[in-house]
T-cell receptor, first 113, second 114 residues
Framework: DQQVKQNSPSLSVQEGRISILNCDYTNSMFDYFLWYKKYPAEGPTFLISISSIKDKNEDGRFTVFLNKSAKHLSLHIVPSQPGDSAVYFCAASALGGTYKYIFGTGTRLKVLA | DTEVTQTPKHLVMGMTNKKSLKCEQHMGHRAMYWYKQKAKKPPELMFVYSYEKLSINESVPSRFSPECPNSSLLNLHLHALQPEDSALYLC?????????????FGPGTRLTVT
C-alpha cells in the first residue's frame, strides 16, 4: 500500500516557466513533509520541508504548498532552469510518531532549454 | 559541511563473497540510516542507528549486518547475498532519529551481485 504517491512519473517544462510537482498521501497522521532532488548516480539532496502548521514554505525559487484537507502537497519551482532536471521525491512522516519517512515514487523533471 | 560520504561507489560481488559498505559523516548527527533503492523505486529504509545503537531493523535479512563503530561511521556488512539484492545502497544521517529533522544522503554504493 503506497501511502505517499507521486502520480506523474515525468514532467517536461520550458526553461523560465513554472514547474509544479505533486504529491498525495493517504495517512492522516502525516504532518511533516520533505522534498528531495536526485541526480543520476548521486544520493537525494534535501530541498525544502513543511510541517502541517503551515500551508506554504518558500526558499528561493522553491515553494511547497500543503493542503491538509486534500492530503496533497506540491512543489513549485519558479523560474525553472535546466539544472533543475532531476528526479524529485516527496517524503512524509508523523512528528508525533516514529522517525520513519515514507517516500513517494518520484517524478522525473526535464527542463528544456 | 553537509556531506555524507560512502565507499565504494561501485561494488560487484559474488554470492559467496563477504564485503562491507562504509559511510561517514562529520556533521555531529546522532542518527544514521541505511536505505536500499531499486531502479525507478523510492528509497526503502533498512536500518536506523540512534546514538550508535541500532534502534530499527526493518525486517532485513541477516545476510545484511549493520555496524556503528562510532558516531561518525556506519558500516553495512554483506555476506551470501542474492542477485535480487543488487541495488543502490544509500546512507543518510540526521541530527536526531525523529521526524522534523531532514536526512542528508550520501551518493550511494551501486551494488551488483553476480
Amino acid at each position: 500500500d503506497q501511502q505517499v504517491k507521486q502520480n506523474s512519473p515525468s514532467l517536461s517544462v520550458q526553461e523560465g516557466r513554472i514547474s509544479i510537482l505533486n504529491c498525495d498521501y493517504t495517512n492522516s497522521m502525516f504532518d511533516y513533509f520533505l522534498w528531495y532532488k536526485k541526480y543520476p548516480a548521486e544520493g537525494p539532496t534535501f530541498l525544502i520541508s513543511i510541517s502541517s502548521i503551515k500551508d506554504k514554505n518558500e526558499d528561493g525559487r522553491f515553494t511547497v504548498f500543503l493542503n491538509k484537507s486534500a492530503k496533497h502537497l506540491s512543489l513549485h519551482i519558479v523560474p525553472s532552469q535546466p539544472g533543475d532536471s532531476a528526479v524529485y521525491f516527496c517524503a512524509a512522516s508523523a512528528l508525533g510518531g516514529t522517525y520513519k519517512y515514507i517516500f513517494g515514487t518520484g517524478t522525473r523533471l526535464k527542463v528544456l532549454a | 559541511d553537509t556531506e555524507v560520504t560512502q565507499t565504494p561507489k561501485h561494488l560487484v560481488m559474488g554470492m559467496t563473497n563477504k564485503k562491507s559498505l562504509k559511510c561517514e559523516q562529520h556533521m555531529g548527527h546522532r542518527a544514521m540510516y541505511w536505505y536500499k533503492q531499486k531502479a525507478k523505486k523510492p528509497p526503502e529504509l533498512m536500518f536506523v542507528y540512534s546514538y550508535e545503537k541500532l534502534s530499527i531493523n526493518e525486517s532485513v535479512p541477516s545476510r545484511f549486518s549493520p555496524e556503528c563503530p562510532n558516531s561518525s561511521l556506519l558500516n553495512l556488512h554483506l555476506h551470501a547475498l542474492q542477485p535480487e539484492d543488487s541495488a543502490l545502497y544509500l546512507c543518510a544521517s540526521s541530527q536526531q532519529a525523529r521526524a522534523g529533522y531532514e536526512q542528508y544522503f550520501g551518493p550511494g554504493t551501486r551494488l551488483t551481485v553476480t
